[in-house]
């Protein structure tokens, strides 16, 4: 259904909007995390290595999808919030159109860099053969993986965020039973969580697109382009800035994958899961930055500065919500949630991964508000604000983790997490309260 956020109380209108978004962000990372679970405990504390070893490089191809998901999604909330239905199908055929290109594209590209990268990255030759096995099997399926998020970002930019959560439970299912089947019952190890992976998102990519079409039909419009220019240089005025984006922290995420690397195979297993967990509550924050973005988009269309000023405040007491059980989850019980990861609650592993947890969780609030900020700036479309706001936060993290390491060992590489997160929110914060973005 799609739905209208430029009316009704704020505070009600985001919780309604973002909830399906946080359960299928939910969804998603449980499937994300049983792939390591299942991994780690029915193959080898080497085999989760070998699936975190590749876990950065992944989430450069995420963030093209996402970073494309969210230009469209911007571009499609303001039309749809100004009454421009002609541009809204004409700019969601062109998003589909370019998923699909960019997608086969990053396929041939990921299938030729993948070993190399791993080698650049100094992965340990011990679990070398299985990380590119599994980093592979996903570059083979990232075509499904663009198409997914650009038909998410479309449903979100309609209103609609009950179909992709009704999709993502699906395809997280099909993922969890098929890694059991292929891990446990199979046995095809590292390779049988990445062909699940590829299998679940396939099916669901192929649904999402299905259902999309319908949906698009159901607007009525006069007659409308099926690839235009212009909406391509729309959607990308948006999507480049927040492809750098999420980029230059994939980039930054591989030299710390770098850095973790040299303390050996535990510390990379323990790291690993850790991230897990942490991608976990982050998600979170960016799913109701998300949130935030569509319903900032369609008030700006709309012309209802003032109700994007109120969403701010209804976003960043959403996050407080959601970041406070995550803080006392992670910092509390990392050792148990570690535990779950690894066979016979292996001692190393769980004790790299509890500290991590125990120093970037208490943090959690200051991260989300930053994330929250950045997606009112994103929606208004003041994308150099956003973008510096990000960049502060990846050129800290990045060089004070090289920095604190060279002196307190893989300690210090957590330990920059927390600095970066509380001067970046500063930043942006800052560039909100300027007030600039009201003139995009």
């Known amino acids: 259904m799609n739905r209208d956020l430029t009316q009704g109380r704020p505070d009600g209108v985001l919780w309604s909007f973002a909830l399906p978004m946080l359960l299928s962000v939910a969804f998603q990372q449980i499937y994300s995390i049983a792939d390591s679970i299942i991994v780690g405990k029915f193959v080898s ?32 909330s303001r039309q749809f919030g100004g009454g421009e239905n002609e541009k809204v199908k004409t700019s969601s055929s062109t998003a589909i159109i370019s998923a699909l290109t960019a997608g086969a594209l990053m396929t041939v590209i990921g299938l030729a860099l993948s070993a190399p990268a791993l080698k650049l990255l100094k992965t340990d030759a011990a679990i070398m053969g299985d990380s590119v096995l599994y980093l592979n099997i996903y570059c083979a399926g990232l075509v499904f993986l663009l198409l997914y998020n650009i038909c998410n970002g479309v449903f979100t930019a309609l209103g609609d965020s009950l179909t992709p959560l009704v999709l993502l439970i699906f395809s997280s299912v ?29 099916l669901s990519a192929v ?57 050996g195979v535990d510390v990379i297993a323990g790291y690993g899961a850790a991230i897990k967990l942490n991608t976990f509550a982050v998600n979170c924050f960016n799913t109701v930055s998300n949130a935030v973005s569509s319903y900032t988009a369609q008030n700006m269309g709309a012309k209802h500065v003032d109700r994007v000023e109120q969403g701010m405040k209804a976003g960043i007491r959403i996050m407080i919500v959601i970041a406070l059980p995550f803080t006392v989850l992670l910092a509390v019980f990392g050792g148990p949630m570690m535990s779950l990861f690894v066979k ?33 700036l994103r929606g208004s479309g003041a994308i150099y604000a956003f973008t510096t706001s990000t960049f502060v936060d990846l050129i800290l993290r990045v060089v004070l983790c090289y920095i604190f390491s060279a002196f307190l060992g893989e300690t210090g590489i957590w330990m920059g997490w927390p600095v970066g997160w509380v001067i970046s929110t500063g930043v942006s914060f800052a560039f909100y309260k300027t007030g600039k973005w009201k003139k995009y």
Do not use: C
Not at 175 to 201: E, K, M, R, S, Y
Not at 207 to 214: A, T
């Open 45 to 76: 504390g080497d085999a989760l290595a070998a699936v975190s070893a590749s876990y950065p490089i992944t989430m450069i191809f995420m963030a093209v999808a996402t970073g494309l998901s969210a230009g469209a999604g911007v571009v499609i």
């Open 207 to 263: 649904i999402s697109l299905l259902l999309l079409v319908f949906r698009l039909k159901r607007i009525e419009s006069g007659r409308f382009r099926r690839f235009s220019a212009a909406a391509l240089k729309s959607i990308l005025k948006i999507g480049v800035p927040s492809i750098l984006q999420s980029s230059f922290v994939s980039v930054g995420n591989l030299f710390i994958q770098a850095r973790v690397n040299s303390f």
């Open 344 to 376: 016979g609650g292996d001692a190393a592993i769980v004790a790299v991964g509890r500290k991590m947890l125990m120093i970037i969780a208490p943090f959690y609030v200051f991260v989300g508000t930053k994330i929250i900020t950045d997606g009112i």
């Open 174 to 202: 099909l993922n969890i039973i098929l890694d059991l089947v292929f891990v446990i019952v199979f046995h095809w190890g590292v390779g049988g969580a990445a062909w699940a992976t590829l299998a679940a998102q396939g």
